[in-house]
Nanobody, 125 residues
Framework: QVQLVESGGGSVQAGGSLRLSCVVF????????MGWFRQAPGKEREEVAV????????YYTDSVKGRFTISEDNAKNTLNLQMNSLKPEDTAMYYC??????????????????WGQGTQVTVSS
């Protein structure tokens, strides 16, 4: 069974940057459709960025396009999320998730079966 461990969260001021990492244990990162999700207090969990299996086109939610970049490091078996130009509305718990394969355009959190424990990102104005 695959296990996911996130790191890299923290507190930054608006305009700053953070890099989240998710190490995959028990299998290879390239074998899964991998994604980053976030959940703010009182809100539903939402997809932020998804890297489909086999190098398919990445997906970004509109609010992070041009600011966030998802990437895989196969040598480290890690999924990364580079977050630049952070805004207070990016404040949330961020989760890494995986599933064997994704249907293009369908990245609801409900279809991902493997989850990390989450890492908190707080952006102050």
């Amino acid at each position: 069974q695959v296990q996911l461990v996130e790191s890299g969260g923290g507190s930054v001021q608006a305009g700053g940057s953070l890099r989240l990492s998710c190490v995959v244990f028990g299998d290879t990162v390239s074998s899964y459709c991998m994604g980053w999700f976030r959940q703010a207090p009182g809100k539903e969990r939402e997809e932020v960025a998804v890297q489909p299996t086999g190098g398919g086109a990445t997906y970004y939610t509109d609010s992070v396009k041009g600011r966030f970049t998802i990437s895989e490091d196969n040598a480290k078996n890690t999924l990364n999320l580079q977050m630049n130009s952070l805004k207070p509305e990016d404040t949330a718990m961020y989760y890494c998730a995986a599933r064997r394969a994704c249907v293009v355009g369908w990245y609801s959190p409900s279809i991902f079966g493997f989850w990390g424990q989450g890492t908190q990102v707080t952006v102050s104005s």
